[in-house]
């Protein structure tokens, strides 16, 4: 089974300043993808970010950008020029043969 | 707009009842959705998968007598917690796998419903 760990339950970022989310995984698959997904408190899950295992070039979208380390399984989530409306739980997770394994989550709060 | 719905998005109903959650996809036919479960400020937990025209795969430990999936149509599947209890109170979000060409390795989730045993 795959294993999803999120160490940081919250952080908080100053407007306009830069937060890095951490996120680790287990798995002894080459192919897999992974996912930072982003919860407001409308609950809707909407996806941040996708990467692929087999590619080596960090994933960005716009001011979201990760920092993947297969070697390290290791897979952070940098937003740059936070803004209000980045506040949310963000879930990184681990993608299989179609199934989806989330981390506990990480609550971000964004000061004004 | 809206690739995934669901039906209701808030339900309260008497211990021992049971209670029927929909989840449609709007936009594609989807041959497989997945359900999870979600407790307050908790991570989601996969609890099946609904395959379209078969039996729905369960995760281990979660109860398929209890909890009814019926992928009926390509559009459509149903969650039914059957004899609920308060401790089946919670968030259930439904989510459609899209594959293909276009959009690879996409899953679009519903805007989940709440579910309130009293």
């Known amino acids: 089974a795959q294993t999803v760990t999120q160490s940081q339950p919250e952080m908080s970022v100053q407007e306009a300043e830069t937060v890095t989310l951490s996120c680790t995984y287990d798995?002894?698959?080459?192919?897999?993808?992974l996912f930072w997904y982003k919860q407001p408190p409308s609950r809707q899950m909407i996806l941040v970010i996708r990467q692929e295992a087999y590619k080596q070039q960090n994933a960005t979208e716009n001011r979201f950008s990760v920092n993947f380390q297969k070697a390290a399984k290791s897979f952070s989530l940098k937003i740059s020029d936070s803004q209000l409306g980045d506040a949310a739980m963000y879930f990184c997770?681990?993608?299989?043969?179609?199934?989806?394994?989330f981390g506990a989550g990480t609550t971000v709060t964004v000061r004004a | 707009g809206a690739v995934v719905s669901q039906h209701p998005s808030w339900v309260i109903c008497k211990s021992g009842t049971s209670v029927k959650i929909e989840c449609r996809s709007l936009?594609?036919?989807?041959?497989?959705m997945f359900w999870y479960r979600q407790f307050p400020k908790q991570s989601l937990m996969l609890m099946a998968t609904s395959n379209e025209g078969s039996k729905a795969t369960y995760e281990q430990g979660v109860e398929k007598d209890k909890f009814l999936i019926n992928h009926a149509s390509l559009t459509l599947s149903t969650l039914t917690v059957t004899s609920a209890h308060p401790e089946d109170s919670s968030f259930y979000i439904c989510?459609?796998?899209?594959?293909?060409?276009?959009?690879?390795?996409?899953?679009?989730f519903g805007p989940g419903t709440r579910l309130t045993v009293t």
């Open positions: 936009d594609f036919q989807a041959t497989t």
């Open positions: 798995t002894s698959e080459s192919d897999y993808y």
């Open positions: 989510s459609v796998h899209r594959g293909g060409a276009l959009v690879p390795y996409e899953q679009y």
């Open positions: 997770a681990y993608r299989k043969d179609y199934k989806l394994s």
